[in-house]
């Protein structure tokens, strides 16, 4: 199992959604570095469980521990280690389903991998597991806003059917996991709340800014910045699709029309949402992020036990009606590790 992200600013992570306790080591960190504990929780709190009715009730703490690599708030160049508890996992809720597959999860998947199962909260393959990553993307967020002027911003742009269209934007809604426009707030919420009523979930898209790269960011084969931010975000759960720019409409028109113009002021569209041959030409990075529906759902259900015999199934537990609302913090922090890596090995090539 891969559970390392990164070659310059690498993140290993561990710990399961139900175990004691979940936790990371950032390894490539640079010294000196003043790490904020309040940004950190304050990034972590966009992704916190039982924070409103939209999102999973289970409660937990999220308190950070650090083991090293920070002195005075400094980091020392040591690799940065850092845990934090599980304090509100109730493991009998999963009880029911121990021997049985849950429709749309990766239960039948890792069991056909490792011949063992860990039920309980879906285990490694638990969103929870993503606390690690906002943890460590809030530290390489920071750094890219402070040392480069890089911004990245993600806010909920699309919910089941309901697309959001944007006039102004009003950036302090982002941090309600719904929309810059604070006028689709209502919609939102009744789309998430009739789909509860229907024990059911929905699915949404996120869409990504990255503003304040400089020309020349990524390679032109094999690791291009695109292709590194699309693999490091399908490697959360529940995306099923990036696309990149104009993405999916690029595909139904002509070239003539695609095509970005130069001129000394920059590109005239930027359809190419910022990166042409993998490479970064300067404008702002674009993104959308496609999120399935919440596998778990509590509609009866078809699947099979451990031996493979057909049966119901009913779900129980806390769950998020749309992973996508929490999905925000997640999304920003994993460009911002993917960046971080790009500029650091942009910097390591280019010594002149």
Avoid at 85 to 100: E, L, R
Avoid at 108 to 133: E, H, M, P, V
Avoid at 318 to 346: F, K, M, Q, W
Wanted: net charge positive; hydrophobic share 35%.
């Amino acid at each position: 199992m891969s559970n390392t992200l990164g070659t310059f600013y690498k993140v290993t992570t561990f710990g399961e959604s139900h175990g004691k306790a979940l936790g990371l080591v950032i390894d490539g960190c640079p010294s000196g570095l003043k790490i904020n504990k309040n940004y950190i929780y304050k990034q972590i709190k966009k992704r916190k469980t039982g924070s409103s009715n939209f999102v999973t009730q289970r409660s937990e703490k999220d308190e950070l521990i650090f083991l090293s690599g920070v002195y005075k708030e400094r980091t020392t160049g040591t690799p940065i280690g850092i845990i934090v508890y599980n304090t509100n996992a109730i493991s009998k809720d999963y009880f029911n389903i121990k021997n049985y597959f849950r429709p749309g999860h990766a239960d039948i998947t890792y069991y056909f991998k490792y011949k063992i199962r860990d039920y309980k909260g879906g285990g490694r393959a638990s969103a929870r597991t993503t606390l690690s990553i906002v943890i460590a993307g809030s530290i390489a967020k920071k750094s890219l806003k402070d040392f480069f002027n890089i911004r990245t911003f993600c806010y909920l742009s699309n919910i089941h059917n309901y697309f959001l269209n944007f006039k102004k934007f009003q950036y302090n809604n982002i941090k309600n996991f719904y929309s810059p426009d604070i006028k689709h707030k209502k919609n939102i919420e009744n789309i998430i709340i009739n789909s509860m009523k229907r024990s059911d979930s929905v699915g949404c898209k996120l869409t990504v800014n990255i503003s304040g790269i400089v020309p020349g960011i990524g390679t032109p084969l094999f690791s291009k910045l695109d292709s590194n931010l699309a693999k490091n975000i399908m490697d959360l759960n529940a995306v099923k699709a990036v696309e990149i720019g104009k993405g999916i409409k690029a595909s139904k028109t002509f070239g003539s029309v695609n095509n970005d113009s130069y001129f000394k002021e920059g590109f005239l569209k930027n359809d190419c949402g910022g990166v042409i041959g993998g490479i970064s030409t300067g404008n702002d990075i674009k993104l959308n992020v496609f999120f399935k529906p919440t596998s778990s759902i509590f509609k009866k259900q078809n699947t099979v036990n451990k031996l493979f015999k057909e049966s119901k199934i009913t779900i129980k537990g806390r769950h998020d009606p749309c992973v996508g609302i929490r999905a925000v913090p997640i999304i920003e922090s994993i460009v911002s590790i993917t960046v971080i890596n790009s500029i650091l090995e942009y910097k390591s090539l280019n010594f002149f």
